[in-house]
């Protein structure tokens, strides 16, 4: 059964998450030299992909005893925040340009970008994370490709316009709490039992 606030938080927390990361600015690049529905079609494929991974690592972390699992979601959320204040940027990968603009070309570019990119990144742990911390896969699963889909779109879309308004350093510092509290609230939970 679905959760709808297991899926708003896994939704925040990797739409936060994924925004300052290099995945927003591959579909901003890719986006702006390409038909958007291609691009999107392809990125969207390889998050899919993504998250059942996750989700699958995280099902199976949850045989693991409630209080050692409380105390790894806990330490797990904290490195992720400590990951985003602390993460230097990756402005200067290159993406290269499929030599036409069909369909398979571009949304192939698109899915082995995001795939490789996206492989073990901090979302990808999240989402095993929160797999794991509420033992409801297909809410989890569904609020973290929502989330993803969410930042390509914006990214391909209107990355631009977005930069411009929000910097990057207070979405990071957001997404950090945000983490930071989930964290604290594992590990307290692991103390008191």
Known sequence: MISFT???LTFGVVFLAELPDKTALAGLVLGTRYRASYVFAGVAAAFVLHVTLAVAAGSVLTLLPQRILHVLTGVLFLGGAAMLLFKKG??????????N???????????????????????????ANLAARYDNPLSVGLGAVLAL?????????????????VPFALITKVAALLMTGLGVWSLWEAVRG
């Open 6 to 8: 297991v899926l708003a």
């Open 90 to 99: 990756d402005d200067d990968e290159e993406i290269r340009k499929p030599e």
């Open 101 to 127: 603009q069909s369909f398979w070309k571009v949304a192939g570019a698109g899915f082995m970008l995001i795939l490789v990119a996206e492989f073990g990144d901090l979302t990808q742990i999240m989402t």
């Open 149 to 165: 889909w969410s930042v390509a779109g914006i990214g391909i879309v209107g990355g631009r316009a977005l930069l411009r308004r």
